[in-house]
């Protein structure tokens, strides 16, 4: 039989089937809350085997084994200084596993009961709300800065609630994945996106409006990044800001004219001062055409101060046309002896079987910033004896034991050559002329005064 009792008017009833007290709405005897689990659900027509069904579930008994233990273990100051037993420590292991951070009853951790007793009204006179939140815009920027995926804060706050249990902030603290996701998106890309855009529209501010095509590979689509550099008379200097994002199907140069027009539509265009972009011929005349039609839409407006194209843009092309016109296919030769090993074991162990275990491996040729492959030549040269070397022992093989990929094959070609060395000696000659003026200029620190 249940024992009752009535405490402030509400009926208590114990029952050592569900090791836990159940409240029960004195008005209608039809809900019931376990305190041990924190769930809350309507008796119905089951009346007392709906308590029973409860008792027998797999997260109620969990939380009922975890809060015995705490209680044990708090009963006496020796129990922090008793070695457990390895059954004990197996029992623990077990119940983690199945508790899977199921969130925690405060009534299953007394120690925490009594430090929120004690000290969370004081704390709350204080703004225990804003802390929590301000704990929480910084975890969704430190998601944002290190590029977390949303789903990476799935159950964050039940497990900075394990973590820090003696902290109200931690108990308060909730954001998961859909939360995270709507802080970022209209919360603070909306707050910063205004804070740009109040700087700008202040009298006189002068702007540059730079922007830049690339494929997105999640939604396959160009997606044209648009940034704003500006006198930040706060900071006391000229930063660069990522202003927004348009995403093309087309990039002609009508498309891009549309899509810019619109992206800028709210600020002052009289205060644009100059447009950055690299040289493609859709850009170029894109130019043309929006020079054209803002001299069409108001005649007294300024003119834009044009500086021509990247000039980081003309030297890597340029060193990219002369290194192709000499006809040494120097990028085959880079490629192949980084994806000849690229993603085979075996020929990898070959490789180092052949040449020692402390044998390095060639670095990642790169096609669009070549001055960037200077690395990638020195370390060419530096293990162009031992690629020689794996290439006449796996020659020796049978063909049925030969590697049957297309850099291999380009491999054995390009050994034979007896001039790749002062090939590639030349190719870093003069890509090591070229290095210190796009280092210089490869910044956001405003160089263009420099640069004649």
Same mark, same amino acid.
């Given at each position: ?50 308590? %029973? ?17 705490? $209680?044990?273990? %708090? ?145 396959q689509e160009e997606q044209m990044d ?24 087309? %990039? ?72 192709? $016109? ?100 030349f190719f870093l000659t003069i890509a ?21």
């Amino acid at each position: 039989m249940a024992s009752k009792q009535t405490i402030f008017n509400t009926e208590w009833i114990k029952d050592k089937e569900f090791s836990s007290w159940v409240v029960v709405d004195p008005k209608s005897n039809t809900k019931a809350h376990c305190n041990v689990c924190g769930h809350s659900f309507q008796l119905g027509n089951m009346g007392r085997k709906a308590l %029973t069904s409860h008792a027998k579930g797999k997260k109620h008994n969990v939380n009922v084994r975890l809060s015995s233990k705490v $209680k044990q273990e %708090t009963q006496s100051i020796d129990s922090f200084f008793s070695k457990p037993s390895s059954t004990s420590m197996e029992n623990d292991i077990e119940t983690i596993d199945e508790c899977q951070l199921v969130e925690p009853s405060p009534l299953s951790f007394p120690l925490l009961q009594k430090v929120e007793a004690s000290n969370y009204g004081a704390i709350s006179k204080f703004g225990i709300h804003d802390q929590v939140l301000t704990a929480e815009i910084l975890w969704v920027i430190k998601t944002v800065a290190s590029h977390y995926s949303s789903n990476s804060s799935e159950k964050l706050g039940i497990l900075f609630k394990r973590m820090f249990p003696d902290s109200p902030i931690a108990q308060k603290f909730k954001c998961g994945k859909t939360k995270c996701s709507y802080l970022i998106q209209f919360g603070l890309a909306v707050f910063f996106r205004e804070d740009l855009s109040s700087k700008i529209l202040q009298p006189g501010t002068i702007f540059v409006a730079c922007f830049d095509e690339s494929l997105n590979k999640v939604l396959q689509e160009e997606q044209m990044d648009l940034y704003l550099r500006f006198w930040d008379s706060e900071l006391n200097k000229v930063v660069t800001r990522y202003f927004d994002s348009v995403f093309l199907g087309h %990039t002609r140069s009508e498309d891009l004219l549309i899509n810019f027009k619109e992206c800028l539509s709210k600020l002052n265009m009289a205060n644009l001062l100059q447009i950055s972009m690299d040289g493609p011929n859709s850009n170029w005349k894109f130019y043309n055409n929006f020079v054209q039609d803002r001299q069409e839409t108001d005649p007294d407006i300024p003119i834009l101060i044009n500086i021509g194209s990247c000039g980081l843009h003309v030297v890597h092309g340029a060193f990219k046309y002369g290194a192709s $016109k000499t006809g040494w296919k120097l990028d085959g030769v880079m490629r192949a002896i980084y994806y000849c090993f690229s993603d085979s074991p075996a020929r990898r162990d070959d490789y180092l079987a052949a040449n020692g275990s402390n044998a390095q491996f060639a670095l990642q040729f790169c096609s669009t910033r070549w001055i960037e492959d200077v690395p990638v030549a020195e370390r060419a040269i530096k293990i162009w004896p031992n690629i020689k070397k794996y290439v006449s022992t796996v020659e020796k093989l049978c063909k049925s034991k030969q590697p049957k990929c297309q850099s291999w094959t380009n491999l054995k070609e390009y050994t034979k050559d007896e001039l790749i060395l002062a090939k590639l000696y030349f190719f870093l000659t003069i890509a090591k002329v070229l290095v210190p003026f796009l280092e210089l200029f490869q910044t956001d620190k405003p160089m263009m005064p420099f640069l004649s």
